[in-house]
């Protein structure tokens, strides 16, 4: 009788030991425990920590609370502006109602992954290309809103939606590269000729301050031929200014006004000699303008001389 009673007693303490086993949960701090009590959902929520169930009539199903990084795959679409991209994402969500993501939706993960791959396509086609490329800020927001608001009731929060990459057709890439080069070209232009509109400005102040002083001009020439020689080039290249040619030419049109006006009229030429009065006459020939002034030799009396004997 005393061995029954100890048998029954080591095989309830035996049974309790695995009813304790069976009952035991520990909850992670990053987790969430919901009970379903004969299939129906429990109010109250588990904390992380230890806990207790009541075995083979509750079951604990854990949630994990952290943010989920969840890739979109590469979403193919035609834009707003008849472009065919291939753009791909990135999800960053958490559960914020644990029991809502058990009961309300059979997966969450793949009913998030279904709604951003559609809300992806639905971006791509009310864009442009250029707001793909450029605008992404924009399109994340959006593209949070259009995933965030069917995902409430799934107890899942979108955190954030970020477009990873925007792949273009080889042709459309050729042809934006031309586009960028042609426009960088432009621009050089458009520089290069603005360049030569303020030198020339200055240019013209330069040269009309020169004109009042034309020793400027040979004082620049001067300066030119400086720079020249001190890069030790065996070949000395002088520039003449067409200013300076003209100053000279200028100078010598003043010498015989200069004379006419100090010698009054011009003498008349004296009687040719008999010899040359007999000879047929030449034809003239027009006389250049600064041998008027003075007589050749040719034309001078010859001077009278006595011979001593």
Same mark, same amino acid.
């Given at each position: 009788?005393?061995?029954?009673?100890?048998?029954?007693?080591?095989?309830?303490?035996?049974?309790?030991?695995?009813?304790?086993?069976? +009952?035991?949960?520990?909850v992670k701090q990053y987790e969430r425990g919901v009970v379903f009590r004969l299939g129906r959902l429990r109010s109250d929520i588990r904390g992380p920590g230890f806990t207790m169930i009541a075995p083979f009539v509750d079951r604990l199903q854990k949630v994990n609370m952290q943010i989920v990084t969840m890739p979109v795959p590469a979403q193919e679409g035609i834009t707003r502006d008849n472009v065919t991209v291939r753009v791909d994402a990135v999800v960053y969500f958490k559960v914020v109602d644990a029991a809502e993501a058990l009961v309300a939706v059979e997966d969450y993960r793949f009913a998030v992954s279904q709604m951003a791959q559609t809300s992806l396509r639905s971006i791509i086609g009310k864009s442009d290309l250029d707001d793909l490329l450029s =605008?992404?800020?924009k399109l994340n927001?959006?593209?949070e809103l259009m995933i965030d608001s069917p995902a409430i009731g799934w107890g899942v929060h979108i955190d954030r939606v970020e477009i990873?990459?925007?792949?273009?057709?080889?042709?459309?890439?050729?042809?934006?590269?031309r586009q960028a080069e042609a426009d960088r070209e432009r621009r050089a232009r458009v520089? =290069?000729?603005d360049a030569e509109l303020q030198a020339s400005k200055k240019l013209a102040e330069a +040269?009309?301050?020169?004109?009042?002083?034309p020793s400027a001009l040979q004082l620049r020439l001067l300066q030119t031929v400086m720079a020249v020689a001190a890069e030790k080039n065996s070949t000395l290249v002088l520039p003449i200014p067409v200013e300076l040619l003209r100053f000279l030419e200028k100078g010598q049109q003043e010498i015989p006004a200069a004379a006419r006006t100090e010698g009054g009229a011009p003498a008349a030429a004296p009687a040719a000699a008999p010899e040359r009065e007999a000879a047929p006459a030449q034809p003239t020939q027009p006389a250049q303008p600064a041998r008027?002034?003075?007589?050749?030799?040719?034309?001078?009396?010859?001077e009278p001389h006595s011979v001593e004997r």
């Amino acid at each position: 009788m005393v061995d029954a009673l100890v048998t029954l007693i080591v095989v309830l303490a035996c049974l309790g030991a695995l009813g304790m086993l069976a +009952a035991a949960r520990v909850v992670k701090q990053y987790e969430r425990g919901v009970v379903f009590r004969l299939g129906r959902l429990r109010s109250d929520i588990r904390g992380p920590g230890f806990t207790m169930i009541a075995p083979f009539v509750d079951r604990l199903q854990k949630v994990n609370m952290q943010i989920v990084t969840m890739p979109v795959p590469a979403q193919e679409g035609i834009t707003r502006d008849n472009v065919t991209v291939r753009v791909d994402a990135v999800v960053y969500f958490k559960v914020v109602d644990a029991a809502e993501a058990l009961v309300a939706v059979e997966d969450y993960r793949f009913a998030v992954s279904q709604m951003a791959q559609t809300s992806l396509r639905s971006i791509i086609g009310k864009s442009d290309l250029d707001d793909l490329l450029s =605008n992404r800020e924009k399109l994340n927001q959006g593209l949070e809103l259009m995933i965030d608001s069917p995902a409430i009731g799934w107890g899942v929060h979108i955190d954030r939606v970020e477009i990873k990459d925007v792949s273009l057709p080889e042709t459309m890439k050729r042809s934006m590269a031309r586009q960028a080069e042609a426009d960088r070209e432009r621009r050089a232009r458009v520089i =290069n000729a603005d360049a030569e509109l303020q030198a020339s400005k200055k240019l013209a102040e330069a +040269a009309a301050q020169m004109a009042d002083t034309p020793s400027a001009l040979q004082l620049r020439l001067l300066q030119t031929v400086m720079a020249v020689a001190a890069e030790k080039n065996s070949t000395l290249v002088l520039p003449i200014p067409v200013e300076l040619l003209r100053f000279l030419e200028k100078g010598q049109q003043e010498i015989p006004a200069a004379a006419r006006t100090e010698g009054g009229a011009p003498a008349a030429a004296p009687a040719a000699a008999p010899e040359r009065e007999a000879a047929p006459a030449q034809p003239t020939q027009p006389a250049q303008p600064a041998r008027q002034a003075m007589p050749t030799l040719t034309e001078r009396e010859p001077e009278p001389h006595s011979v001593e004997r």
